[in-house]
T-cell receptor, first 113, second 115 residues
Framework: AQSVSQHNHHVILSEAASLELGCNYSYGGTVNLFWYVQYPGQHLQLLLKYFSGDPLVKGIKGFEAEFIKSKFSFNLRKPSVQWSDTAEYFCAVILNQGGKLIFGQGTELSVKP | GAVVSQHPSWVICKSGTSVKIECRSLDFQATTMFWYRQFPKQSLMLMATSNEGSKATYEQGVEKDKFLINHASLTLSTLTVTSAHPEDSSFYIC???????????FGQGTRLTVV
C-alpha cells in the first residue's frame, strides 16, 4: 500500500539552528508532494508543494524542500529556525491527481528561544 | 487560494446524540470532498471520500453507518456522527481539491467532544 513516512517524531532545536525534516513515500507513479504546518490550536496551512519542474521548491516563511525522485524523498529544510516555527509539520502526497492526500505521521518541532 | 469553510469549529454533545458537521467550498465547486480525523499528537487519517450525487467511499475500518456523509450539492458536504460516544471525540477536518485535483484546501476543522 502507498504510504508516507516521516523519520522524526519530535525535533527540538535552538533558535537559529538549521532544520531538516525527512519525508519518504512509497509509490512508483506520479505524485504531487506537499508540506503542511499546523500551529498549536490552528488548522493546517500549506507551506510548499511540488508538482513538476525544478525539484527544489521554496515555500512560505523561508522553508524549502527538495524532491529527489531516486530516493522517493521530499525533505523539508530551513537554514535558521525561529521560536515561531514551533508547530507540527506534515508531509503529504496526492497520488495520480486524485485529490486524496496521504499524510505522514507528522513531526513535532519545538524551537527553544 | 480557494476557501473551504467548516462549521461548527467545536461542538460538545452528550453520548448517544448525533452531530452534523458541514464543509463548504466557498469560491469553487467541489464534486469531491474528503473527510479526515485527527487524534491528539497523531496524523490525519482519511475517513471517506464524499462524492456529489453518489454514495461516499469509506476507508477500511470506518463505519459507514456511524459516520454518515451527504454531498448534496457542488459546494456542500456534511458528516454526521450518529449515536456519538466518547471515543468519537476527535478533530474532524474536511478538504476539497480544486481544478485538476492537484491540490487540496482544508477547512479549519471541528473539535468534537462527546461527554
Amino acid at each position: 500500500a502507498q504510504s508516507v513516512s516521516q523519520h522524526n517524531h519530535h525535533v527540538i532545536l535552538s533558535e537559529a539552528a538549521s532544520l531538516e525534516l525527512g519525508c519518504n513515500y512509497s509509490y512508483g507513479g506520479t505524485v504531487n508532494l506537499f508540506w503542511y504546518v499546523q500551529y498549536p490550536g490552528q488548522h493546517l496551512q500549506l507551506l510548499l508543494k511540488y508538482f513538476s519542474g525544478d525539484p527544489l521548491v521554496k515555500g512560505i516563511k523561508g522553508f524549502e524542500a527538495e524532491f529527489i525522485k531516486s530516493k522517493f524523498s521530499f525533505n523539508l529544510r530551513k537554514p535558521s529556525v525561529q521560536w515561531s516555527d514551533t508547530a507540527e509539520y506534515f508531509c503529504a502526497v496526492i497520488l495520480n491527481q486524485g485529490g486524496k492526500l496521504i499524510f505522514g505521521q507528522g513531526t513535532e518541532l519545538s524551537v527553544k528561544p | 487560494g480557494a476557501v473551504v469553510s467548516q462549521h461548527p469549529s467545536w461542538v460538545i454533545c452528550k453520548s448517544g446524540t448525533s452531530v452534523k458537521i458541514e464543509c463548504r467550498s466557498l469560491d469553487f465547486q467541489a464534486t469531491t470532498m474528503f473527510w479526515y480525523r485527527q487524534f491528539p499528537k497523531q496524523s490525519l487519517m482519511l475517513m471517506a471520500t464524499s462524492n456529489e450525487g453518489s454514495k461516499a467511499t469509506y476507508e477500511q475500518g470506518v463505519e459507514k453507518d456511524k459516520f454518515l456523509i451527504n454531498h448534496a450539492s457542488l459546494t456542500l458536504s456534511t458528516l454526521t456522527v450518529t449515536s456519538a460516544h466518547p471515543e468519537d471525540s476527535s478533530f474532524y477536518i474536511c478538504s476539497a481539491p480544486e481544478g485538476a485535483h492537484t491540490e487540496a484546501f482544508f477547512g479549519q476543522g471541528t473539535r468534537l467532544t462527546v461527554v
